[in-house]
């Protein structure tokens, strides 16, 4: 099987969330399945920094009124996976974040510089690409990339059929009517039956309408979104597609986030043993300026700051938190009101609260393995990852059950916790007196040192790794491309394999 990994970011080369890691891990699992799975994103700075093994670029010409668009070659540090950076100064050579400037702005020109990702991919979907190579299918990801199921079939030419990943229904890529010629939006294209969204443009919409196949990241917010309540304006098409529609559970890379051999931490440690867990709450405390007491619980907070993870709640239920129960520490960046609220918690409260603005993976990794409770909650949550890297890290999760966060975290009621099935707390309501509520009864628990220990060794057996969801995505790919069990069972053996052989 061949396979173009289209995303707007991928670990390690840029990352902001959780698309990222998802756009790496799954990548090097199907790999591990014999796949040839070749990636594509934008050449950002950063990530023109960080390829490997780069090579001379290999020019797709005009696209959409800019000369010579090229793809640069290379691969993903310390690994053989190839990946295309689409190299196109004007957009994408500039300082600040991914999708913002330094101030937090959306690039006013986001709608171009996603189309072009859009019409590089349909080109080496169809063949028409600088590379003697055509994929079976294209798995484009999140509304970055909806317009390449749509430009394929606007240019019926016999592409690969698409895979569209819904990561995120909140996030939908709309822009003006006046927008749509500019990225090549055919007329025919431009009504509710196509991209037409309220009088304007949705790329999400775009990719959800045209895919082949629709894919989310866990099996409840599959459900969720054909509702209104979760659908975001599009639970009519969703459910006209339910058919076409799956969840597949996210997965973690554990050879990222595994206490035992995490090469950021201060000790290493495993279920069987948890002193070296010890030993990294005691640095961490210190690190951070907070009372270094192994006997109160540590609470940590590592999130983007918004309104869908709850900050709000999380900014409110903190100082009762830190006051009453224990200490809370945080690693998280987002909107500029948020990140005010809780630089303010930590200078109030010094040896109480204490955290940093800002993500940061090495500070990420030791705030989850020094900590003993781990606050995610939300409002909604596609799949959350940062619940999953906790468990196996022995952080007990406090989450509000939607999404995937129900169907990866098992309530530590009284039958739960006898039946040793219990991962973790839900906080049904998720405001900020049921957070303070549900976080003392946790601490109750962690006052009970073998009831704890029993849940912690618990939530770190679970086994979230790529394995399982790959080999799905790959009886997906195979039935797309009508090569259902013929060719590369299962195999497991590497191959050397670059963008431009």
């Known amino acids: 099987m061949r396979i173009l990994f289209v995303s707007s970011e991928i670990y390690p080369l840029a990352k902001t969330g959780g698309l990222a890691d998802v756009s790496y891990a799954l990548p090097v699992a199907l790999r591990r399945l014999g796949v ?76 171009q510089r996603y189309a072009l990702l859009c019409h590089a991919g349909a080109r080496l979907a169809a063949g028409h690409g600088p590379i003697d190579w055509q994929p079976d299918v294209v798995h484009a990801n999140d509304w970055h990339t909806g317009l390449l199921p749509l430009l394929s079939h606007q240019a019926g030419d016999g592409g690969a059929p698409t895979l569209f990943s ?47 196949q629709l894919v989310t990241v866990s099996p409840s917010y599959a459900r969720e979104i054909t509702t209104g309540e979760f659908g975001w304006g599009l639970e009519g098409l969703l459910s006209a597609r339910v058919g076409d529609l799956e969840g597949i559970l996210n997965g973690v890379d554990y050879g990222t986030w595994d206490p035992a051999h995490d090469p950021l931490l201060p000790a290493r440690y495993t279920a069987a043993d948890l002193s070296g867990k010890r030993a990294c709450k005691a640095a961490i405390q210190a690190e951070l300026g907070l009372e270094v007491d192994p006997d109160r619980p540590l609470f940590v907070y590592v999130s983007r700051l918004t309104e869908q993870k709850m900050a709000d709640q999380v900014l409110a239920a903190a100082p009762a938190i830190a006051r009453e129960l224990g200490q809370f520490a945080f690693v998280a960046q987002g909107e500029r009101r948020f990140e005010e609220g809780f630089a303010a ?12 603005i800002g993500y940061d993976e090495a500070t990420a990794h030791r705030l989850i393995a020094g900590s003993d409770m781990l606050l995610a909650p939300a409002r909604f949550e596609p799949c959350g990852l940062t619940q999953l ?28 916790l006898a039946e040793r099935t219990a991962t973790g707390f839900h906080a049904a309501a998720g405001h900020a007196d049921d957070l303070l509520r549900t976080a003392a009864r946790a601490t109750t628990l962690w006052r009970e040192p073998l009831t704890w220990r029993r849940l912690a060794e618990t939530a770190m057996a679970q086994d979230f790794s790529w394995n399982r969801s790959a080999r799905r995505y790959l009886q997906l790919y195979r039935t797309m491309a009508g090569t259902d069990g013929a060719d590369g069972e299962d195999g497991e053996e590497e191959q050397t394999l670059k963008l431009g052989s």
């Not at 059950?401 to 039958?415: K, W």
């Open 166 to 212: 819904i990561h995120n229904m909140a996030f939908q890529g709309v822009f003006g009517m006046d927008v749509a010629e500019r990225v090549g939006i055919g007329p025919d294209y431009l009504n509710p039956d196509g991209a037409e969204f309220y009088g304007k443009v949705s790329f999400l919409k775009a990719g959800i309408r045209f895919a082949r």
């Open 345 to 356: 918690l930590a200078s109030a409260a010094p040896g109480r609260i204490a955290g940093r």
């Open 389 to 416: 890297y906790a468990l196996r890290y022995g952080s007990i999760p406090i989450v509000r059950p939607t999404g995937g966060l129900a169907d990866t975290i098992v309530h530590a009621d009284p039958a739960a």
């Open 36 to 111: 040839d799975v070749r990636l594509l994103m934008p050449a950002y700075p950063v990530a023109l920094e960080r390829i490997e093994r780069r090579r001379a670029p290999l020019s797709l010409g005009a696209v959409m009124g800019f000369d010579d668009v090229g793809i640069i070659p290379g691969n993903l540090p310390g690994s053989e996976l190839p990946v295309g950076l689409v190299d196109c100064p004007p957009l994408f050579d500039r300082q600040g974040g991914l999708y913002a400037d330094r101030d937090g702005r959306d690039w006013p020109d986001n709608f």
